[in-house]
């Protein structure tokens, strides 16, 4: 069965310092995978996506099928990047369905 | 118009009620979700219209009952719901049916189940 693992419940670090949110995913076909983000009181949107392979807001994420991971970086965090993060997987299996993460709330402190 | 625009943002209602949530999107996509999310938990998926038909429940209750009257509409008619049911209700849509691509999210409706 598919599955996405984010180990962190909760993550805390400086403004400025590096920042990585973790993704395992659980998939024995071509996987395609996202990263969602909600800030506080704003809707669930998308913050990349792994075959775009592009920097948004300072953030990247490389697919790494060996470990299969899709860690979310980035070098200097921001207050701003406070929210919730979810990884999400999409399998070529035939279907609609998005496999969610639980997430993981990052909390960046002044 | 590059939203998915959901109605009404906040809802109470008792456990014998009857009320609907309204989804609408224009951006011609032709996958339509449901979601439900509890405080601090990721969105669970309830159902999917993919091409104005169910493609996908989640063994939802019956007291969900989703309704697609068009291509741009996704309705959620609540009955006989009960206290637990309180929750963030997402709507999303995407322009990829299958595999699953980027879903657009609404702002959610508000329930409250007294």
């Known amino acids: 069965a598919q599955r996405v693992t984010q180990p962190e419940k909760l993550l805390s670090v400086f403004k400025g310092a590096p920042v990585e949110l973790k993704c395992n995913y659980s998939?024995?076909?071509?996987?395609?995978l996202f990263w969602y983000v909600q800030y506080s009181r704003q809707r669930l949107q998308l913050l990349l996506r792994?075959?775009s392979r592009e920097s948004i807001k300072g953030f990247t994420a490389d697919l790494n099928k060996g470990e299969t991971s899709f860690h979310l970086k980035k070098p200097f965090a921001q207050e701003e990047d406070s929210a919730m993060y979810y990884c999400?997987?999409?399998?070529?299996?035939?279907?609609?369905?998005?496999?969610f993460g639980k997430g993981t709330k990052l909390t960046v402190n002044p | 118009d590059t939203e998915v625009t959901q109605t009404p943002k906040h809802l109470v209602m008792g456990m014998t009620n009857k009320k609907s949530l309204k989804c609408e999107q224009h951006?011609?996509?032709?996958?339509m979700y449901w979601y439900k999310q509890k405080a601090k938990k990721p969105p669970e998926l309830m159902f999917v219209?993919?091409?104005?038909?169910?493609?996908i429940n989640e063994s939802v209750p019956s007291r969900f009952s989703p309704e697609c009257p068009n291509s741009s509409l996704l309705n959620l008619h609540l009955h006989a719901l009960q206290p637990e049911d309180s929750a963030l209700y997402l709507c999303?849509?995407?322009?990829?049916?299958?595999?699953?691509?980027?879903?657009?999210f609404g702002e959610g409706s508000r329930l409250t189940v007294l």
């Open positions: 999303a849509s995407s322009p990829r049916t299958i595999p699953a691509g980027e879903l657009f």
């Open positions: 998939y024995s076909g071509s996987p395609e």
């Open positions: 792994h075959i």
């Open positions: 999400a997987l999409s399998t070529q299996g035939g279907s609609e369905k998005l496999v």
């Open positions: 951006m011609g996509h032709r996958a």
């Open positions: 219209y993919s091409y104005e038909k169910l493609s």
